[in-house]
């Protein structure tokens, strides 16, 4: 036990400095994303990130829940406290009419839910996620072994956390629109303010343009990713075709948002876009006649001590850290009691 | 956290367990229980220990109420035998002064001639005179005599015939100054005015034919003092 750690078992209340984001069911080869970020006084550090050799598949049942594992976690990611994001096809976001509403998923299994109002005008926001795998999840992580799970939260919501930070440090007043570009999903969130106006999911990830470009070129969808990077190579009118009725809803969601909350979107943003971000920005530029900026998930991170060739291969998959990051961040925030 | 806050936190309560490999909610029932049985320990130590005390002081007050009476009688012979031996003491000492003059004087019998007749032989004892102290009350009381020894006087009276008197008696004198009486006596001295011729006495100890007038004479001697050791 450190002095700090000492310390503040004798306050009442106190924030929490060291913690690892762990991103469970994102379904990706390397692994589980998990970055560790730690406080120190206003600013927030990168200790260590990287793929955790683990099964991170969610459960999708009780009958697959019932078989717990037991994670852990290398020494530098052995923070006292785990926040986890969990990317759950069960898992739900969406604007409420009022709180307290009931969703019809319970009607099939246990939820936990919340929802949260962000302005008297504003619809609440429900998130709810599926009681087996939360309790799942929770359990990953076991008492006495650093860490143990101090949140639970929603990819997308983890990840709007971590864009609302951002607005935060860059006083960002204006209206915008965020793109999180998840595997199977991508989120889009109007933001005012850092508050969230808007949310709305279009079932386009980025495994679905891997695979429109790999049956397009009749290529194997693992150099899909080579090939997005290559200049040599345009892949502009497959983009074009698939990105159209994203962008369309991304239009859709400006419109509504400066109709219908009287807020002018002035920027757009897109995160988690792992590979062609040319071209996303090509088309956005096509289709919606504006500029659409990247947002990088450790943007306003600090760099902890990493070699440079360990750097470079976190910038290249920075994309895929957004949701640990975000959960990271917003258990930062807590207060503990 | 922010009004506007996105941490959504699905997490229950219960769920959350510590990192630390000291898990409190086991350590501190453990350690309340400890700390009690300690206490109850150290309390039934001093229970115990009061208990004995206790007990202990029933049987010295029960033995000190059995021995009050003989204690009483033990310490009124102690005293009664401190006071005996104190008398024993004194008395040791009266025995160690004892001067035995009697086979010495008997010997005067065989100094004194026919014609000298002893008519009183005195011993006397004379005390000196007392210091004077100025009183101690802390001082303890001597057991003994307050003297240390007493100064014996011999005083030997008597007449001769006026015919060879002096000179018998001046024999007497010397015999008495003799080593004969030495463990007796120190000095032997006629004071002045004691040797005087006396005639009107109305009966003569030579008898009724005997002359009518007589040497009176008295010796004064000094004898060994009585030390009372």
Request: proline share 5%; charged share 20%.
């Amino acid at each position: 036990m450190n002095s700090r750690n000492f310390k503040n078992l004798f306050k009442r209340n106190h924030v929490l400095t060291d913690v690892v984001g762990l991103e469970i069911g994102a379904g990706l080869t390397r692994g589980v994303p998990a970055v560790r970020l730690r406080r120190q006084s206003d600013k927030v550090e990168v200790v260590a990130a990287g793929f955790l050799d683990l099964k991170g598949d969610l459960p999708e049942n009780h009958a697959a829940a019932e078989t717990q594992p037991v994670w852990q976690l290398p020494g530098r990611f052995a923070a006292p406290h785990a926040a986890l994001a969990l990317t759950s096809t069960l898992g739900v976001i969406r604007h409420a009419t009022g709180t307290g509403e009931d969703i019809p998923e319970k009607k099939q299994m246990m939820y936990r839910e919340i929802d949260r109002a962000f302005g008297t005008d504003i619809p609440p926001l429900l998130a709810a996620m599926p009681d087996f795998q939360a309790s799942w999840a929770a359990k990953l992580l076991p008492e006495g072994r650093r860490p143990t799970a101090c949140s639970l939260q929603l990819t997308s919501l983890a990840a709007m956390n971590c864009f609302q930070r951002y607005a935060m440090c860059h006083s960002l007043d204006s209206g915008c629109v965020v793109l999180f570009v998840f595997q199977s999903y991508t989120a889009m969130v109007a933001f005012h303010s850092g508050i969230p106006l808007l949310y709305r999911e279009h079932p386009l990830g980025f495994l679905h343009i891997q695979q429109e470009i790999a049956s397009r070129m009749q290529m194997d969808v693992a150099t899909v990713n080579q090939f997005m990077e290559d200049a040599s190579v345009d892949l502009s009118l497959i983009f074009e075709s698939v990105l159209r009725p994203l962008y369309r809803q991304v239009e859709i969601i400006s419109d509504y948002v400066s109709r219908r909350r009287n807020t002018q979107v002035s920027r757009y943003y897109l995160a988690g876009a792992v590979a062609g971000e040319s071209y996303w920005i090509s088309v956005f530029k096509q289709i919606m006649q504006g500029e659409i900026d990247v947002f990088r998930t450790f943007s306003d991170l600090q760099m902890g001590e990493t070699d440079a060739s360990a750097l470079a291969d976190l910038k290249s998959t920075e994309p895929l850290f957004l949701g640990a990051t975000g959960a990271a961040l917003a258990a930062l925030e807590v207060v503990e009691k | 956290m922010s009004p506007a806050s996105l941490h959504y936190n699905f997490l229950h309560e219960s769920e959350r367990v510590s990192s630390s490999p000291i898990r409190l909610r086991f350590m501190v029932p453990i350690f309340s229980c400890f700390i009690a049985a300690c206490m109850v320990i150290i309390w039934q130590f001093y229970a115990i220990q009061v208990e004995a005390v206790k007990s202990r002081k029933t049987l010295v007050d029960d033995e000190i109420t059995t021995m009050k009476g003989t204690y009483s009688n033990i310490v009124m012979d102690r005293a009664l035998e401190k006071e005996l031996q104190a008398e024993l003491k004194q008395l040791s000492f009266y025995k160690a002064s004892r001067n035995r003059v009697g086979e010495t004087l008997h010997q005067l019998t065989n100094c004194v001639s026919d014609r000298v007749q002893v008519t009183e032989v005195r011993l006397a004892i004379v005390p000196l005179p007392k210091e004077i102290v100025k009183p101690n009350p802390k001082a303890p009381v001597p057991l003994g005599p307050t003297n240390r020894f007493d100064t014996v006087s011999l005083r030997i009276s008597g007449r001769a015939q006026p015919e060879g008197g002096s000179g018998l008696v001046d024999g007497l004198l010397r015999s008495l100054q003799s080593p004969a009486f030495s463990n007796v006596i120190q000095s032997a001295v006629i004071p002045k005015g004691a040797f005087r011729q006396e005639s009107n006495l109305r009966t003569s100890f030579m008898g009724e034919g005997g002359p009518r007038e007589v040497l009176l004479f008295e010796i004064n001697c000094n004898c060994l003092p009585r030390r009372y050791e």
